[in-house]
């Protein structure tokens, strides 16, 4: 007995010492679980520019620090005012007044993981953006983010990262007291792993030869009662769907009415009440009549596939990779669908057919993920791809995201669109418009004391221009509460709306840089008295 | 910025000029939705500064969290409970704490933290349980703030804020802010009370717990978790007996691992990881440092709207998902009139004539509106069933097997009860 319990004793530290993480992986334990060592890689390899020490800026960085991204730079000239040591949890409080802002910021940030390094850089973001030198050092890091600059500089900063798809994407945030939005500016952004909730095909109306072979090989009439309980309700539906084909000329149900009987007949096939496996088929009958061989988004996807002499320079593998998922559907030898998931759902069924079927998806998968490398070597013999990276592609195919991003401001360069938004999202796109006029009225040299709801009414109705109808008492009072709120707080940062921006800008950060998660695309808007958020601006498709 | 005079509400010597300079913009002037009975100026920034007493109930990844947005926000007198002690997975996002705290008491350690930060604010901790404290420790409070990932802890919290609402004094009412998160998603939500929806009416838009159906994990296992329950549920109390798994241990964890891993061999099971089996024995939910920051600043925001008057406070759920661009969704969540905790109407339930007391406690701990565990059940002077103490248990054993009907009539009422729940849920049982 005292012999086996050390035996036990000495095995359990073995496998201890084998398997249990280590500090860095038990530190990041709870988000490893969510974007994986991949996504933890791309973030420490991040560098984030930072364009001030403000409280929604450290608020921010805090989000991005903690999870552990390679290296941020605060550029902040100014020194930091009593106020900003009132309402920034990253200054020294008093102690802070009068010293560099960005430098009082990044010690306090950075000891928040040993990990990552923080520079501040006390440099005028105007004047790094009048030399070639400063262009190009700001396009260097990996992620730039402007928090309340004024509408000019942020012009300049937006037109510089816009001019290659190559350069960093650029998070614009704009606040003022309980009001703000944030923008995303990105040429494209691929997403491989978007973590979708949806259940992808699993192609159980065109089934592969392995699966329909056991699908023919089951007679309800012969197996025993015990099996007959057990068959996986992939061979359920691809048996009922035989069945009914006979009847309806080849054909699958199509009208409510025929899915209904679909179902009925699937539940009629028990022997006894009991059958879950019969109810779970029932259940996911759907899948019948919803799955497709390509879905609609992927169809969509595939129209911007481009060949090899026409591959572009960022993005590039994700670009080929999709011309080569173009081919592959279409090639004679492949399944005539996107690749086949080889993660299934559990199922009411016995651990051996389980096994089995779980067997049969991932051989089929494996043999489909070889045809699709053989057709990427063909179809561009001379790029070189992480094959980690062609494997993860394939594997998340039915799940791939796009997102085809356009310039900061062109939403607002286009008035039919603003009015038009006005009218279908007012409170959203009045809110969005008030911040315009704001950082329009600053970048002109208002003083914050004549930011008054009149000045900003007036910078409105420049924005949106004379429509020819007049504005619906709706839109009048949208309009009216936004700007309201914001001559309320015209220089005002909030604690609270500054950690609320921290994290809603840090998660859309951590999405892109990871490409993992699908981010925003258009401007976020944020009302903290009504506590709402919404989207608008998107561009058109 | 410096050039503002505004002066400020408060003659506390670490109340520099212009330290309220932003949070003032708000509480200095009414904005256009905000209701005539804001009274701008001094008087809300001294209540603000200087009388308003709020208490935060947890002091981790929204904890920490909430103690720094509202000390920012001019809140002086916080309180904070949380029974637990750093780990190290918690650094990644409870940002009080460093690699040198581990092992050292939350409340204790994110109390010091924001008061060196933050000057002149009084954080007062304490490290312990909801539980130890009674109704006139509650009382002093004028708002409470809840970070907590416990649903029971929770449950506690909701109902013992609305037992405490004495209609003849209005001060009882004490709002309470309850935030969650998990991954990229969380809610925020204002309860006051009896007047609006409490945490116990929305019991059912929990997520289900992944249970597996014991007969599963024992005969016919498909997934890694399977194997994994099986060794923590079916093997661990086997082969150790009474000794509980301690899940922050590595040995313990370490045997899990193996067994489970052994067992996923023998079925052709692939899958089991360590830290899928850490996962699953812990209930680890996952957690990151920004989506904490949105919701404990929007429990915060709220908690100073409610404060101050100064805008309209959330009415009263907001929910957020962050996974596929930021969508989230603000409403009111309705008040349930068979509500155990605020309610005040029975729950209707019906069930057999054939059912087993027995079979009625698994189905009430089943239900995912009621959520309670090792329920005992009474009616009028009749005990039907108690769980403690030892000698009423086993007097009431015998019940167990009994016919629901053959003890209450139809229409009558069981009275449930759990020592976990500070409340009773009364149900109103028809036969079918
Ligand atoms: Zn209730």
Redesign the interface.
Known sequence: MLQNESQD?E???A??QA???D?K??????????WAASGQAALESARILVTSAS?TST?IL??LV???IGHFTILDPTVT?????????FL???DS?GKPRAAEAVPLLR???DSVEGVADTRELESLLDSDMGREWIKSFSLVIAHNLSAKTLDRLAELLWEENTNPPLIVVRSA??IADFYIQVHKHCVIE????TNPSLRLTKPFPALQAWADSIDYDEVDPTEHA?IPFPIILIKEADAWRKEHDGNLPISYAEQKLFKAQVIARQKKLDEENFEEAEGQAVRMWSEKPVSSDISTLLTFASPAETLPKANYAFHALLETLKLFVSHPNGPGALPLTSTLP??R???ES??KIQKMYKEQARAENALFKKILKEAFPDLSIDEGLVDAFVKNAHHLKLIRGRKFGDFDRQRTELQSGLEIFNKEVATHVALSALFNLFSRGSDPTSIT?ESLRAEVNTLVGQNSAPLNEEVEEAI??AV??VA?????????????L???V???A?KLITKQ?????GY?VVD??????G?VGQPPA | ??E?TMANGNANT?D????????D??LD?????TDPSFAAGEGVKDFLRNKCKILVIGAGGLGC?IL??LA??GFKDIHVIDMDTID??N???Q?LF?PKDVGKPKAIVAAEFIMK???GVKVTPYYGKIQDKDDDYYLQFNLVICGLDSVEARRWMNATLVNLVDPENPESLKPLIDGGTE??KGQ?RVILPTISSCYECSLDMLNKPTAFPICTIA?????PEHCIEWASVLEWPRVHGDKKVDTDD??H???L??VASKRARE???EGVT??LT??VVKN???????????????C???A?KIATSS????DNY?M?I?????Y?Y?FQYEKRDDCPVCGGESMDISISKEWTVERLIDTLTERQDIQIKKPSLSSGDMHIYFQAPPQLEQATRPNLEKKVSELVKDGGEITVTATTLPFSLSLRVTFT
């Open positions: 004793i095995q359990a530290s496998i201890v398997h249990a993480p500090s992986t038990r530190r990041y334990d709870r988000q490893l679980r969510l409280a608020s805090k989000n903690l999870p552990g005012a009593p106020a900003d040591a009132g309402n920034n949890f020294n409080g008093f007044v000891e928040l993981n007291g309980f978007s973590h979708s909730e057990h559990d199922m069924t016995d651990t389980y096994v709801p009216d509460n309201g709120e309320r707080t015209p220089t005002a940062d909030i604690p609270n709306t500054a950690a609320f921290g994290g809603l840090a998660q859309e951590i998660y699908v981010p925003i695309n976020c903290l008295v009504g506590s709402w958020t989207l | 910025m410096a503002s670490s520099w000029q212009d330290r309220y300079y932003h949070v913009q708000v002037r009414p904005g256009p939705r969290e720094a947005n920012l926000t190290i997975s650094l990644n996002r940002f460093r930060r933050v000057p991954g990229f925020a005969n016919t296992p498909r997934l590595p040995e964890i370490g045997w691992f193996q079925f052709n099971i360590w830290s850490q996962g680890i939910i996952p957690a990151i440092a920004s989506t904490n920051a949105i919701i404990a600043a929007s915060c925001n709220e100073f805008a309209a406070y959330l907001f957020l962050g996974t596929d661009g930021v989230s603000t």
